[in-house]
C-alpha cells in the first residue's frame, strides 16, 4: 500500500489479492474515522468506520485498522475484485465539529 | 442510496453568468453540505446547513452563497461564474453532523464548466 499525502497514488493489483490503502492523518485530538469509496463519476460511498477508541474494525471483506501512536489508519480489502476498482480516502473529525477533514485519496486498479 | 438528488448533473456556462445548483434530500436529515472536488485538492468544504435557515461558511466560500427555505433543499449560488470555479460539487447530508452513527452521504455530484 501507498501513503496518502499531497499527492493521488495509486495502487495496482491483482484480482483475488489483497489490497492494504493508507492514509495518515495529522490532529491527534480526531476521535472518528471513515473510510470511503469513490467510483468514477459518481459521489462518495461509505464503507466503514472507527472510533478513536478501537483499533481495528471489521466489515464484510474490509477491515481498518486505527494506530494513534503514529496517526496512521489503513483500509485492507481481502480478495479484491475487479469491482473494487475506485478511489478511496480517508476522513476524520475530533470531538465537538461538525466538520471532517478528507484525505485525497488513493486510486486502486485491480486487473483481472 | 441515501436519497439524494444533485440538479443539474451536467452544467456549462459563459464567464460572469450566475449559477444554481440544487441538492434535494428525502432523508429528513437536518445537516446539508456542500463540497467541491478538483484533482490535487480532494473534498473542499463551500458552506453547510444546520437547520432551515441557518447556514455557515466552508473553507472555499468565497464567490458562493447558499440558501435553505425547506429542510429538503439547499441551493447553491455562484453569483457570477469564473473559470476557478469549474469544478465537480457534491452536496451531502447527515443526520445530525458528522459524527459516530451519523456519517455524510454524498449525492453523485454537479459537473460544471465555466468557459
Known amino acids: 500500500g501507498e501513503s496518502v499525502g499531497l499527492h493521488l497514488p495509486t495502487l495496482s493489483v491483482q484480482e483475488g489479492d489483497n489490497s492494504i490503502i493508507n492514509c495518515a492523518y495529522s490532529?491527534?485530538?480526531?476521535?472518528?474515522f471513515i473510510w470511503y469509496k469513490q467510483e468514477s463519476g459518481k459521489g462518495p460511498q461509505f464503507i466503514i468506520d472507527?472510533?478513536?477508541?478501537?483499533d481495528k474494525r471489521q466489515g464484510q471483506r474490509v477491515t481498518v485498522l486505527l494506530n494513534k501512536t503514529v496517526k496512521h489508519l489503513s483500509l485492507q480489502i481481502a480478495a479484491t475484485q475487479p469491482g473494487d476498482s475506485a478511489v478511496y480516502f480517508c476522513?476524520?473529525?475530533?470531538?465537538?465539529?461538525?466538520?471532517?477533514?478528507f484525505g485525497r485519496g488513493t486510486s486502486l486498479i485491480v486487473h483481472p | 442510496d441515501a436519497g439524494i438528488t444533485q440538479s443539474p448533473r451536467h452544467k456549462v456556462t459563459e464567464t460572469g453568468t450566475p449559477v444554481t445548483l440544487r441538492c434535494h434530500q428525502t432523508e429528513n436529515h437536518r445537516y446539508m453540505y456542500w463540497y467541491r472536488q478538483d484533482p490535487g485538492h480532494g473534498l473542499r468544504l463551500i458552506h453547510y446547513s444546520y437547520g432551515v435557515k441557518d447556514t455557515d461558511k466552508g473553507e472555499v466560500s468565497d464567490g458562493y452563497s447558499v440558501s435553505r427555505s425547506k429542510t429538503e433543499d439547499f441551493l447553491l449560488t455562484l453569483e457570477s461564474a469564473t473559470s476557478s470555479q469549474t469544478s465537480v460539487y457534491f452536496c451531502?447530508?447527515?443526520?445530525?453532523?458528522?459524527?459516530?452513527?451519523?456519517?455524510?452521504?454524498f449525492g453523485n455530484g454537479t459537473r460544471l464548466t465555466v468557459t
Open positions: 472507527i472510533r478513536s477508541n478501537m
Open positions: 476522513a476524520e473529525i475530533s470531538g465537538g465539529s461538525y466538520i471532517p477533514t
Open positions: 451531502a447530508i447527515s443526520e445530525e453532523g458528522f459524527s459516530y452513527n451519523s456519517p455524510l452521504h
Open positions: 490532529n491527534s485530538a480526531s476521535d472518528y
